[in-house]
């Protein structure tokens, strides 16, 4: 399976940038790189993804270091709903029955905390 | 929005009945997916399912198993619950087409208690 290694936890402060580190030193070509986070007692939920170039959304941008092995998700004013575990995962082509499929394997993510 | 239904958010059953946890999605998805969350191990992929009747185990299946007769609901099935099956279960959809762009989207879990 894919990996990737993330900060156990990060703080910030309201209204302040985020920038949550994530490595994945074994990426091969066509793996995408795609962010999730999961709010207190809910789902995991998309943020972000992206391949090889950095990508801008309504919710963050992701940063993608040359050579692929590193990402940054940015949050760029962090609020408190905010606040959350997020998640930096592989999506790796996998076979199954005769299709393909993208295949997520989620790691512990990083608790991000929000200060007021 | 797509919407990802887990008919129960709390459940407990007794060791050895037989549980089932049943997911609904709205969004004519083809692939719908079964995961467990446990501190410490994060999200596991248990089963899942490209199309009706198409079933695929995922990385810890041993003790579950699945249906889909309909595009859009998936049911996990714990043949004789026990309590090492205490754990937060999540369901999620995505549609097949460009799957790898496409995200996942996940229901707010069901917590599933064995004593």
């Known amino acids: 399976d894919a990996k990737t290694t993330q900060p156990n936890s990060m703080e910030s402060n309201e209204e302040e940038p985020v920038h949550l580190p994530c490595n994945h030193s074994?990426?091969?070509?066509?793996?995408?790189i795609h962010w999730y986070r999961q709010l207190p007692s809910q789902g995991p939920e998309y943020v972000i993804h992206?391949?090889?170039s950095n990508v801008n959304n309504r919710m963050a941008s992701l940063a993608i270091a040359e050579d692929r092995k590193s990402s940054t998700l940015i949050l760029h004013r962090a609020t408190l709903r905010d606040a959350a575990v997020y998640y930096c995962?592989?999506?790796?082509?996998?076979?199954?029955?005769?299709?393909?499929?993208?295949?997520?394997?989620f790691g512990q993510g990083t608790i991000l905390t929000v200060h007021p | 929005d797509v919407k990802v239904t887990q008919s129960s958010r709390y459940l407990v059953k007794r060791t050895g009945e037989k549980v089932f946890l049943e997911c609904v999605q709205d969004m004519d998805h083809e692939n719908m997916f079964w995961y467990r969350q446990d501190p410490g191990l994060g999200l596991r992929l248990i089963y899942f399912s490209y199309d009706v009747k198409m079933k695929e185990k995922g990385d810890i299946p041993e003790g579950y198993s699945v249906s889909r007769e309909k595009k859009e609901r998936f049911s996990l099935i714990l043949e004789s619950a026990s309590t090492n099956q205490t754990s937060m279960y999540l369901c999620?959809?995505?549609?097949?087409?460009?799957?790898?762009?496409?995200?996942?989207?996940f229901g707010n879990g069901t917590r599933l208690t064995v004593t």
């Open positions: 074994t990426i091969s070509g066509t793996d995408y």
């Open positions: 995962i592989l999506l790796r082509l996998a076979n199954a029955g005769g299709t393909s499929y993208g295949k997520l394997t």
């Open positions: 999620a959809s995505r549609p097949l087409r460009r799957f790898l762009l496409s995200p996942l989207h």
């Open positions: 992206g391949l090889t």
